[in-house]
């Protein structure tokens, strides 16, 4: 069955950086487009980022783009969201996501808290 376990966050000071990491199994991982979504507290859940399965386009819009770099290692079925210059409306759960037959996947997320 599909897993995705996100790993990565932490508490960091306003201009820090995070290197999110998201392990899949469970299916052909290098085939799909995979996401990068975050929640934060009593707002609904955004996309952050997306990479095609071949790595030939990403999608870092919004107020993430130029700070916020989306990567895979399909090797290894590893999906990455390099975070910089963080900013504390950063702050929320982050998950990785994958679009397959019909449903979206989900993984548990990881917290990423911006503060000084």
């Known amino acids: 069955q599909v897993q995705l376990v996100e790993s990565g966050g932490g508490l960091v000071q306003p201009g820090g950086s995070l290197r999110l990491s998201c392990a899949a199994s469970?299916?052909?991982?290098?085939?799909?487009?995979m996401s990068w979504y975050r929640q934060a507290p009593g707002k609904e859940r955004e996309l952050v980022a997306a990479i095609g399965s071949g790595n030939p386009w990403k999608n870092n819009g919004g107020d993430v783009k130029g700070r916020f770099s989306i990567s895979r290692d399909n090797d290894k079925n590893l999906l990455y969201l390099q975070m910089n210059s963080l900013k504390p409306e950063d702050s929320g759960v982050y998950y990785c996501?994958?679009?397959?037959?019909?449903?979206?996947?989900w993984g548990q997320g990881t917290q990423v808290t911006v503060s000084s």
């Open positions: 996501s994958v679009f397959q037959e019909s449903r979206r996947y």
């Open positions: 469970g299916f052909g991982f290098r085939h799909y487009v």
